[in-house]
């Protein structure tokens, strides 16, 4: 963030005032003129510029459809808003990968087609590395900054490394063209899949570049649409990125101000364990469970790991423990390059914890270690038999996944989707040990 904000203070030469300021008070202490802001990102921050004399807030950018649109086609729900419906609206509003008002190849979602494992025996997939970032002397001086910081005490997370991301809009434009050419391809079929050696594998690595305001998203939208239309490009991992963008992203964002404050602190499957000094301090050398293990490297060292990662060993994780929801806002929050508060409100507490009951997804991400075996390379290098729920390999994921379904069971009952599950649960024998074993396994690292 210090990196982009002082190269487009550079970029902008003598057209820019940049301030170095303890608060933002005192920045505009410095400034005679009325102002002007964007819709900021954060309840927070709005009521704070709200609060300003001489200071318009302007709409927000960087998103595809506009506050009173998503109003009101979420007004006209009045019951559980699905991503889905939404997806096809926005598809429809802003004309995105339609014939008239026919969907291109007549379906609106080619998910079915993707999901799949990471190639048989690959340790990565056949796609070229993102160009890479040179750092300058404006990085230089942030390095030096956040040394000083440091040495005065302030505690930053992870381990220091390389910028990966880009900071500017030159270095943004040319890892989308680079991926919208050589990696979209891939991106539909393999967006679900993991590989312990090639941790992007065919994703964008752009979420920082949108969020930071380098990119637009509908920029990136037409191009991966033209790439579909003009050259060619699999018509599955398109609107897969499509979806991404003009749906899941619009809407994650409009939740976080259409739900109220309260959504942040929502916990209604009453999980109430803290999260434990290992995961909050990220330490992965802790962990000897394979896939969580190296997840939690790649936050620690990279400040990113894909979907994937983040939703079904993560979040998986906690929600299968028991974790406090609100502490995982902040965990998430403070651990990732892309993190911002409206990103983690509803990916992290409804579609990751579901703890709002269902007010955003169908059923809890939950899974066991048959899940992570499937789509990914991780179980063959565990201590743990992803098949095992009782004894010394058995594996946390798939006994948390039983001790989890247990203690959620009354609120989940009134769920169809789940009911398969909890009828499985009701057929296994060795429940009460499951449960003793998960009990004593508590806050320790799995
Ligand atoms: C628990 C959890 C926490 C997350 N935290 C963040 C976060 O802090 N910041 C963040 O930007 N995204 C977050 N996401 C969403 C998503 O995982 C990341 O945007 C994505 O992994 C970033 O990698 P990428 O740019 O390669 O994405 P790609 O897989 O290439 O997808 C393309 C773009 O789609 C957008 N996108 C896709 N899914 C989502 C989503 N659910 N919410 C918002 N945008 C989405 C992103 O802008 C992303 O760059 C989170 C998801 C979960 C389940
Ligand atoms: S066996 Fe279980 S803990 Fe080990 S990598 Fe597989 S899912 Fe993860």
Not at 156 to 178: I, K, N, Q, S, W
Request: hydrophobic share 40%; charged share 25%; glycine share 8%.
């Amino acid at each position: 963030m210090l990196s982009a904000l002082r190269h487009r203070a550079a970029e902008l030469g003598d057209r820019a005032v940049h301030l170095r300021t303890e608060t933002y008070r005192d920045a505009l202490r410095q400034v005679d003129e009325p102002l002007e802001v964007c819709h900021p990102t954060s309840r927070r921050a709005r009521e704070f510029v709200r609060g300003l004399d001489r200071v318009a807030v302007l709409p927000p950018r960087g998103f595809v459809t506009a506050q009173p649109d998503f109003v009101a086609w979420a007004d006209e729900r009045r019951g559980a808003l699905r991503m889905e419906d939404f997806y096809r609206y926005a598809r429809r509003l802003h004309d995105v990968l339609m014939d008239d008002d026919v969907p291109v190849s007549g379906r609106w979602n080619l998910d079915a087609d993707n999901r799949q494992p990471p190639p048989k025996g690959a340790t990565r997939l056949d796609v070229p590395d993102p160009p890479e970032i040179v750092e300058d002397d404006i990085d230089a001086q942030v390095r030096e900054d956040l040394d000083r910081w440091a040495a005065e005490g302030i505690e930053f997370v992870g381990r220091d490394g390389p910028r990966r991301f880009p900071a500017t809009r030159a270095e943004a434009l040319a890892r989308l063209r680079h991926f919208v050419d050589h990696r979209l391809a891939l991106f539909g079929p393999y967006g679900d899949a993991m590989l312990s050696t090639d941790p992007a594998m065919a994703h964008s690595m752009l979420s920082a570049a949108f969020n930071l305001g380098l990119l637009d998203p509908m920029e990136a939208v037409r191009s991966a649409e033209r790439a579909h239309r003009v050259d060619g490009a699999p018509l599955s991992s398109v609107e897969g990125f499509v979806r991404q963008l003009i749906g899941w992203r619009d809407f994650v964002w409009h939740l976080y101000w259409y739900f109220d404050a309260g959504y942040r602190s929502s916990n209604r499957l009453a999980a109430n364990r803290s999260i434990p000094a290992w995961f909050a301090d990220i330490d992965a050398d802790a962990v000897q469970a394979s896939c969580l293990s190296d997840v939690l490297a790649g936050v620690r060292d990279r400040g990113w790991v894909h979907h994937i990662p983040r939703l079904m060993v993560l979040g998986n994780y906690g929600l299968q423990r028991g974790w406090r929801p609100g502490e995982l806002v902040d965990w998430f929050h403070r651990s990732f390059v892309d993190g911002y508060e409206w990103v983690m409100t509803a990916n992290v507490v409804g579609m990751s914890q579901y703890a709002d009951l269902g007010r955003m997804s169908t059923r809890p991400y939950a899974a066991g270690g048959a899940y992570v075996n499937r789509m990914s390379d991780y179980c063959g290098g565990c201590r743990y038999d992803p098949r095992h729920r009782l004894g010394v390999d058995a594996c946390p994921f798939t006994a948390g996944y039983w001790a989890f379904l247990d203690r959620a069971r009354d609120r989940l009952g009134g769920n169809v989707r789940m009911t398969r599950s909890l009828r499985q649960l009701e057929q296994i024998d060795d429940l009460p040990a499951v449960l003793a074993q998960e009990q004593a396994r508590g806050p320790h690292a799995p």
